[in-house]
């Protein structure tokens, strides 16, 4: 999935950005106060996708 989407898709979700890592963005879900870390690559695979919206507590895209 595109980064771009995939962060779309996390801020439509109530999720917000945190700031940026080293290699990586933190986001965080205000609702359930859980923070994870999204990869800055332009395309992340699917599984990791999943991964993210677990922790998050959102629904896949």
Request: glycine share 6%.
């Amino acid at each position: 999935m595109k980064r771009r989407d995939f962060l779309f898709h996390l801020s439509q979700q109530g999720c917000r950005f945190v700031r940026e890592g080293g290699e990586h963005s933190i986001w965080e879900n205000p609702a359930i106060n859980h923070r994870t870390s999204v990869p800055r690559h332009r395309e992340i695979p699917d599984f990791t996708v999943a991964r993210i919206c677990k922790q998050l507590g959102v629904p896949k895209p």
